[in-house]
Structure formats: structure tokens, C-alpha cells
């Protein structure tokens, strides 16, 4: 009785002048923190059309993402059309673009959701990548809930709607549909902006998830990368090598290849990056401690062909190892000692 007079009282006040205000949020929030049933889909209807107001709050993108959770099919396709033309600006948002997550997880609808979002998104992907929030919209594609990139809580806010009745495909298929379809722009848009993600220390995780986890051909951002790491020292910028960003991009980059050698793929990074180096490169990173660090993260990788092409390469630098005091050049000498 108590929730029906509630749902008499918040009626009245979806109304595009009365829902932005937060106060109001909590109010609907907290109604549907306890309704089910016909109530719960009655409210829903009625919001559908209106939840572009709420969005940008806390609470208010709690009720939204309610509403996509336990809403019909139409009710979920309704709710997509009222968003269009506001994506972009809610991928920004530190609450909005948790809206859209909840749709990545719940709507059997993969082709409207790429149509109507994942399409809109792709247009501003500058923008969206270049954001905090952006950067995990396009995460949670690529690499769904991982630990390294959604913090527990967040996760746990976006489990509530996993027991939800309406969601027929498999999460595993959804999932796919939806990389798949994100994939290859996500590849271009990094092997066409290689240098300014990869020196930029909030794209580094997302550069990692995007050849990590795309699928279909990821040479070519790889390439990409690769070519950066063969320009020779002592131009005007800072080399990728001694950069504190891009070092640890090229690092990272290399040590994923240890989980790419397990699961028997063919298409390695650290190859690539030798292929594009020139000769006498490897000497020359030997020169600096990062550049130490990242040769000993090359011998790590106990990959045969790596490993011979990085030690031969190294072939003579012994005595020069010895003359430095930095940390990475003992390392990188003890390991040569203990190869050769």
C-alpha cells in the first residue's frame, strides 16, 4: 500500500522541469530500491522516455539503470531512442556513462545497441578517448569487468541486474557482438594515433586493452607502435625509450607477449618491435637505465628467436655495462653473464 501511494505521488513528477533536480533522484531511487512486479513495470513505462534528465546524478543514473535492467524489450528499445543525440555527452559523465554499461550487459539486442550507440560513439572517438569516463566506456567493451580496470564496487552495482528475467542471449555472445563491432575502429583510431596515446599516461591501460583484446588483425597497431621505439635518439622530443609513459607502454606491451607465446598465438609484439629497429638500436637503449629495463623485459620473454636476436644484438657491451653505475645497466649486464 505504501509503494502504491509512493507510485501515486512520483507519477506527477516526471516532467522534463521537475526530474533534473537530485532531490528527486533519491526519491525514485529509493522506490524502486524496494518495488517489483507490475509496479516496478508500470514506473518503468512511464520514466522510459524521460531518463535523459536523470542521468547525470548519482541516484538518478541508479533509476536508469534499473529501468534497463528490468524493463521489457520495448521498454529497453524506447529508452535507447530517447538517448540518441545525448551519447557522447553521457559516455562523459562520471554517473551517465554507468547508463550505458548496463546496456553492454543486458540488451539481446546487439544490432540496435551498435547502431544506435556504439555508431554514435565511434564519430566522437577523439573526444570519448581523450575522456576518463569515455576511456572506460570503451574498456568495459573490450575488456568487460576485469579487475584492473573496474574497481569492486562498480562492479557490484553492475551485477544487480545479471538475475535479471529478460535477457535471454548468452553474456558471452553479447559480449562478442559487441567487440567485434568495436574492434577494428578501435585498432585504426590506434595505429593512426600511435604517438599521442602512447605517450600519454592515462591511454596506457587503454592502448595494453585494445591489442590485448580486439579482435581480428592487430599487426598493424602493433606496427605502429613499433615504428616509434626505431626513431633514433637525440631528436627534439624525449625518445619513447626514456619517456615515463612510453617506456612503460613498450614494457607492458612486451610482457604481454608472454601470455600471447601461452595461448599460442603467432602475432607477437616484441617481434614486430625488432623487425622495425634498426641496427645498432638495441646498443644504443643499452645506453640508458629505462632502456636497460626494457632489454631485460625482451631476454624475460625465454622466447628462442627474442631472445638470440636481443643477446647477439648486445654482443660487445659488457664493458661498457660495467663503466655505468645505473641500476637496470647491472641487471641487464648479470643476465648476459649468466646467458653467454
Avoid at 560513439?121 to 566506456?137: A, N
Wanted: proline share 2%; with cysteine.
Amino acid at each position: 500500500m505504501i509503494l502504491s501511494n509512493m507510485k501515486e505521488a512520483l507519477l506527477p513528477l516526471i516532467d522534463k522541469t521537475i526530474l533534473v533536480h537530485t532531490l528527486v533522484h533519491r526519491v525514485f531511487f529509493e522506490f524502486f530500491s524496494y518495488v517489483n512486479g507490475r509496479m516496478r513495470a508500470e514506473m518503468i513505462e512511464a520514466l522510459r522516455e524521460h531518463l535523459i534528465h536523470m542521468c547525470h546524478t548519482r541516484d538518478g543514473s541508479r533509476v536508469a539503470m534499473n529501468c534497463i535492467w528490468y524493463g521489457t524489450a520495448k521498454d529497453r528499445k524506447t529508452i535507447i531512442k530517447s538517448l540518441k543525440t545525448h551519447l557522447v555527452k553521457l559516455c562523459k559523465e562520471e554517473y551517465g556513462h554507468m547508463v550505458l554499461l548496463a546496456m553492454f550487459d543486458v540488451v539481446d539486442d546487439t544490432k540496435l545497441v551498435q547502431k544506435a550507440i556504439l555508431e554514435e560513439l565511434l564519430k566522437s572517438l577523439q573526444g570519448i578517448v581523450t575522456d576518463q569516463y569515455g576511456r572506460k566506456v570503451l574498456l568495459y567493451i573490450l575488456c568487460h569487468r576485469s579487475p584492473l580496470h573496474f574497481h569492486p564496487d562498480v562492479v557490484s552495482i553492475l551485477q544487480e541486474g545479471d538475475d535479471n528475467l529478460v535477457s535471454k542471449k548468452s553474456k558471452t555472445v553479447r559480449k562478442r557482438e559487441l567487440l567485434e563491432h568495436m574492434s577494428g575502429p578501435l585498432l585504426q583510431y590506434l595505429e593512426d594515433h600511435a604517438r599521442e596515446l602512447v605517450t600519454d599516461n592515462a591511454s596506457l591501460l587503454l592502448i595494453l586493452a585494445i591489442i590485448t583484446h580486439a579482435t581480428g588483425k592487430t599487426s598493424g597497431a602493433m606496427e605502429a607502435v613499433a615504428k616509434i621505439a626505431a626513431e633514433p635518439f637525440g631528436s627534439d622530443t624525449m625518445h619513447i625509450v626514456e619517456h615515463p609513459a612510453g617506456h612503460i607502454t613498450l614494457k607492458k606491451l612486451i610482457q604481454n607477449d608472454k601470455d600471447r607465446i601461452e595461448a599460442g598465438e603467432t602475432v607477437l609484439f616484441s617481434q614486430r618491435l625488432l623487425a622495425a629497429l634498426p641496427d645498432g638500436a638495441l646498443k644504443s637503449w643499452a645506453a640508458c637505465n629505462r632502456g636497460c629495463f626494457m632489454l631485460i623485459s625482451l631476454i624475460e620473454l625465454d622466447h628462442p628467436g627474442i631472445k638470440d636476436t636481443v643477446v647477439s644484438q648486445l654482443t660487445g657491451i659488457k664493458k661498457s655495462l660495467k663503466k655505468v653505475t645505473f641500476k637496470g645497466a647491472q641487471i641487464l649486464l648479470q643476465k648476459l653473464e649468466n646467458i653467454t
